[in-house]
């Protein structure tokens, strides 16, 4: 049976989606409440294995791979520079895909919006829901700028953290502060930048560093920010090489690159873990709409495209049996989405507090045995 789908952002997930359930042979509309699909000012993000997993079953892993950095190592460093140690990186996703691979926001939003296109799915920017009703057989949506009710099989909520269809389907959840920031700025990849680098025992959490194609990398600071200050947006660039003051290594060669505000993204980290259902009727939410942590595990665009496929994956194998398949979507995805959330919040809570006496690798550990599993 081929269901006639709605599916709400053009972000990871939204896209991921889209065309997991056009080239499944559903008739797919998208729609996006900005001007165009774009990055919308991240800077670059690491895929682990299970991400390249999962978007190899859309048939874009090998082009990430690509156009990104993979790596099979992390080095772990002293805030002065000095190496502490090489780590290898375990291919979650199994034998074909790296450990880990790098890659500019931008790149893999292009990768995304092309892979939509080429399935077919249609799509229409400056365009959101405005309301919708729930039928006997589906739901009546309309869209700003859409001009009356269109008639869809399901409605997909992948409009992010601060999701507008999350605050009308589940009032009550709503995003909480980590009690960390982040801040992230781009720069050109030095020749000796190979694979992600974090620098420990300094004045923050964690300092990093990560190449995400040829010619550039980005880096990091995850910041314990319990006021949840709020930044000059003119400065940004100043206050980052601020924040930088000691560091080693190749942080200094890097923030000397920070010469312009836009250079600089800044943050703070919210989390949330909604309730089941994640949604009502023919509406399900997936991707941060529903689930979003501190990035501690790199699974936060994991975990959206794995809701994806695993959401195309169940419709499917449900033969027109939507309700049935929504279920078992949520079956599939609660406890593992919960567990990345809780492991990934209890690690930034112990770099708030400066806890010594929480085991990290063993939470690491468990994260990543997890995380091998078939999602």
């Given at each position: 049976m081929t269901a006639k789908i709605l599916v709400v952002g053009g972000g990871i997930a939204g896209l991921?989606?889209?065309?997991?359930?056009?080239q499944a042979g559903n008739s797919v509309d998208l729609v996006e409440q900005n001007p165009q699909l774009g990055d919308l000012g991240g800077?670059?993000?690491?895929?682990?294995?299970?991400?390249?997993?999962?978007?190899?079953?859309?048939?874009?892993?090998?082009?990430?791979?690509?156009?990104?950095?993979?790596?099979?190592?992390?080095?772990?460093?002293r805030a002065t520079g000095e190496e502490i140690v090489k780590s290898p990186l375990p291919r979650i996703g199994g034998p074909d895909w790296p450990g880990a691979t790098g890659i500019r926001r931008s790149i893999l939003h292009a990768i995304l919006v092309d892979a939509a296109r080429k399935a077919g799915?249609?799509?229409?920017?400056?365009?959101?829901?405005?309301?919708?009703?729930?039928?006997?057989?589906?739901?009546?949506?309309?869209?700003?700028?859409?001009?009356?009710?269109?008639h869809y099989d399901l409605l997909v909520g992948a409009d992010g953290l601060y999701s507008d269809l999350r605050k009308r389907l589940l009032p009550d959840s709503t995003p909480q502060f980590s009690g960390q920031s982040i801040w992230r700025a781009e720069a050109p990849r030095p020749h000796n930048l190979q694979t992600t680098e974090i620098y420990l025992g300094g004045r923050h959490g964690v300092v990093?560093?990560?190449?995400?194609?040829?010619?550039?990398?980005?880096?990091?600071?995850?910041?314990?920010?319990?006021?949840?200050?709020?930044?000059?947006?003119?400065?940004?660039?100043?206050?980052?090489?601020?924040?930088?003051e000691?560091?080693?290594?190749?942080?200094?060669?890097?923030?000397?690159?920070?010469?312009?505000?836009?250079?600089?993204?800044?943050?703070?980290?919210?989390?949330?873990?909604?309730?089941?259902?994640?949604?009502?009727?023919?509406?399900?939410?997936?991707?941060?709409?529903?689930?979003?942590?501190?990035?501690?595990?790199?699974?936060?665009?994991?975990?959206?495209?794995?809701?994806?496929?695993?959401?195309?994956?169940?419709?499917?194998?449900a033969d027109g049996q939507i309700d049935d398949a929504l279920r078992k979507f949520v079956d599939r995805r609660f406890d593992r989405a919960a567990a990345v959330v809780h492991a990934s919040c209890?690690?930034?809570?112990?770099?708030?507090?400066?806890r010594h006496d929480l085991d990290v690798l063993a939470i690491m550990r468990k994260s990543t045995m997890q995380l091998a599993e078939p999602c």
């Open positions: 991921t989606a889209a065309t997991a359930l056009a800077v670059g993000l690491t895929l682990v294995g299970n991400a390249m997993a999962a978007l190899a079953k859309i048939g874009v892993a090998e082009e990430c791979v690509a156009h990104g950095m993979p790596a099979d190592t992390l080095t772990m460093r799915v249609s799509i229409q920017c400056n365009a959101t829901v405005d309301h919708w009703h729930d039928t006997d057989a589906g739901v009546n949506v309309a869209v700003t700028a859409g001009g009356g009710l269109h990093g560093t990560c190449p995400v194609s040829a010619d550039l990398c980005y880096f990091y600071i995850v910041q314990a920010d319990l006021a949840r200050t709020r930044r000059n947006p003119a400065k940004l660039h100043e206050q980052m090489a601020a924040e930088l000691g560091y080693g290594g190749l942080i200094p060669e890097l923030v000397r690159t920070l010469d312009r505000p836009e250079k600089v993204s800044f943050r703070p980290l919210d989390w949330i873990i909604a309730p089941r259902p994640w949604g009502r009727g023919r509406t399900i939410l997936i991707g941060d709409a529903v689930h979003a942590n501190p990035p501690v595990l790199a699974q936060g665009a994991a975990m959206a495209i794995e809701d994806a496929v695993v959401l195309a994956d169940e419709l499917r194998r209890e690690l930034a809570r112990a770099e708030v507090e400066q």
